[in-house]
T-cell receptor, first 115, second 113 residues
Framework: DGGITQSPKYLFRKEGQNVTLSCEQN?????MYWYRQDPGQGLRLIYY???????QKGDIAEGYSVSREKKESFPLTVTSAQKNPTAFYLC??????????????FGPGTRLTVL | QQQVKQSPQSLIVQKGGISIINCAYE??????FPWYQQFPGKGPALLIA?????SEKKEGRFTISFNKSAKQFSLHIMDSQPGDSATYFC????????????FGTGTRLAVRP
C-alpha cells in the first residue's frame, strides 16, 4: 500500500525543547517537502529536497532544520528558535519527472502543540 | 511574482447548486495548476489538475476552467453535495523547475442539505 506516513499524529512539546517530526514515503519519489498550515491560512513551505543529501530552504525556514539521508525519509526538527511552533505540519512528496501530470502527494499531517 | 490569490475565503452553497472558486496568478512561467481538497485534520488530496495548453478539464462533477490571457483559473463543483464540504486550495508550479507548488490561501466550502 503506497503512500506517505507521518508520525506522530499529535505531538506536545514544552517551550525550549526541540522536537522531530517523522515523514516516510514508499512512492519512490525523489522530491519531498515540508509545509506548515495555520488556521485559516494556506500552506507555507518550510524546506524541500529534490534529491538525497540535498535540501533547500522554503519561505519560512527559520527555526526549523531537516535532513535527507535516505530517499524514503525527510524528518523535520522544530527547534527552540522557532517562535510560534504550534501548527499543523504536512509532509509531501513528488516525482521529478517534468513530463508527468502527477504532483505532490501529502501525508496525513502532525499537529504540534507547544505547552 | 510567486503569489497565487484565491477567492472567496468561504462559500456556502445549497445542495445541488454550483460551487465556484477562483484563483489568479502572477508568474507567467507557471505551467501546472492543481486543485487540492482538504478535510479537517487530514492532509490535502489532489482533486484535479490542468496544464495551460487546454482551457477546460472535467472529471466527474469537478471542472477546471483556465484563462491563460487573464492568468486566472477556477474550480466548478456541479451538483454540490454535503460530502463536498471541505477546504479547497488552488496551487501553481513551474514543472520544468521541479514541482515546488505555490498555494492559494484556501476556500472553506459548506454545502447545506
Amino acid at each position: 500500500d503506497g503512500g506517505i506516513t507521518q508520525s506522530p499524529k499529535y505531538l506536545f512539546r514544552k517551550e525550549g525543547q526541540n522536537v522531530t517530526l517523522s515523514c516516510e514515503q514508499n512512492l519512490n519519489h525523489d522530491a519531498m517537502y515540508w509545509y506548515r498550515q495555520d488556521p485559516g491560512q494556506g500552506l507555507r513551505l518550510i524546506y524541500y529536497s529534490q534529491i538525497v543529501n540535498d535540501f533547500q530552504k522554503g519561505d519560512i525556514a527559520e527555526g526549523y532544520s531537516v535532513s535527507r539521508e535516505k530517499k524514503e525519509s525527510f524528518p523535520l526538527t522544530v527547534t527552540s528558535a522557532q517562535k510560534n511552533p504550534t501548527a499543523f505540519y504536512l509532509c509531501a512528496s513528488s516525482t521529478r519527472d517534468i513530463t508527468s501530470t502527477d504532483t505532490q502527494y501529502f501525508g496525513p499531517g502532525t499537529r504540534l502543540t507547544v505547552l | 511574482q510567486q503569489q497565487v490569490k484565491q477567492s472567496p475565503q468561504s462559500l456556502i452553497v445549497q445542495k445541488g447548486g454550483i460551487s465556484i472558486i477562483n484563483c489568479a496568478y502572477e508568474n507567467t512561467a507557471f505551467d501546472y495548476f492543481p486543485w487540492y481538497q482538504q478535510f479537517p485534520g487530514k492532509g490535502p488530496a489532489l482533486l484535479i489538475a490542468i496544464r495551460p495548453d487546454v482551457s477546460e478539464k472535467k472529471e466527474g462533477r469537478f471542472t477546471i476552467s483556465f484563462n491563460k490571457s487573464a492568468k486566472q483559473f477556477s474550480l466548478h463543483i456541479m451538483d454540490s453535495q454535503p460530502g463536498d464540504s471541505a477546504t479547497y486550495f488552488c496551487a501553481a508550479s513551474k514543472k520544468s523547475s521541479g514541482d515546488k507548488l505555490t498555494f492559494g490561501t484556501g476556500t472553506r466550502l459548506a454545502v447545506r442539505p
